[in-house]
């Protein structure tokens, strides 16, 4: 569970900073940033799996709109040239090994033979994760 999101140079936030519970009410004004406090969330996912900002934001996705026309458009007052994103989650205990699990799997398919450790870690993670 994502427990706190910040946004720096985002739109019309030069600084945000939310801590999340369960359960939030967001109200605003029109042009007050409600819309894109509750993009920021999905703009950082974007930007994680792409990397890129134009990548994230420029283009249409599944459905959604691009979030800009330029790089311009996304940074606030349009004034820097930089945005920066962080998350807190609340992670399940077991979710670091699954993560190491993942990445070695991943690893070990790019260059198979390579890597004789990266094939004992995946084996390893194959049974103690109920995999054979």
């Known amino acids: 569970m994502t427990t ?27 042009g007050s940033g409600t819309t894109t406090l509750l993009d920021v969330s999905v703009l950082f996912g974007d930007r994680v799996r792409e990397q890129r900002v134009t990548g994230a934001s420029l283009q249409a996705r599944s459905g959604r709109t691009p979030q800009a026309g330029t ?12 945005i920066s994103f962080a998350a807190e989650a609340r992670l399940p205990a077991d979710t ?20 004789p450790r990266a ?14």
């Not at 939310?18 to 605003?28: A, M, P, Q, T």
């Not at 790089?71 to 930089?82: C, F, G, M, V």
């Not at 090994?97 to 390579?114: D, I, N, Q, V």
């Open 4 to 30: 706190r999101i910040e946004a720096y140079g985002h739109r019309c936030f030069s600084r945000l900073s939310v801590d999340l519970n369960r359960h939030h009410v967001i109200v605003g004004t029109t």
């Open 71 to 82: 790089p311009l458009e996304l940074l606030h007052r349009q004034e820097d040239d930089t």
């Open 96 to 115: 670091p090994k699954r993560l190491a699990c993942t990445s070695m799997a991943r690893l070990g398919k790019r260059e198979p033979g390579k890597h």
């Open 119 to 132: 094939q004992r870690t995946i084996r390893s993670c194959h049974t103690t994760m109920g995999k054979r």
